[in-house]
């Protein structure tokens, strides 16, 4: 009943404010906002918000953010920084695979590339 009564609100929305990404579906305030998102939220608190609560585009954010930072970095680097920065305690295989998923597609549409092991800018 939760479910139905989910989709029937998603089903009155704009189409333009609802997207579907590797992570999930989210619904965005603004038609497209999704497209040039690169803002990102750390967490204070332990956990607020499940792993799939956080959009791609919002881990893209971090993710492009730490690289810049640091100019390379592992994938397993950006696995631990994602998990602290959104307070996520433990990394379980189903968290794991978010992040495995979000930092396939920022290698799938050229936002970063993987270099010698080392996620890193695009020249």
Request: with cysteine; charged share 25%; proline share 4%.
């Amino acid at each position: 009943a939760k479910t139905a009564r989910i989709e029937q609100i998603i089903g009155l929305l704009p189409p333009g404010q609802v997207h579907s990404d590797v992570v999930g579906r989210f619904v965005w305030r603004e038609d497209s906002q999704w497209e040039n998102w690169m803002r990102y939220r750390r967490s204070d608190a332990p956990a607020p918000r499940a792993a799939t609560e956080i959009s791609y585009f919002e881990y893209r954010a971090a993710v492009i953010d730490f690289v810049e930072r640091a100019h390379s970095m592992s994938c397993e680097d950006v696995v631990s920084e994602l998990a602290a920065v959104f307070g996520i305690q433990r990394v379980s295989a189903s968290i794991r695979s978010v992040f495995d998923s979000v930092i396939s597609e920022i290698l799938r549409v050229g936002d970063l590339v993987l270099d010698d092991g080392l996620l890193r800018l695009p020249q």
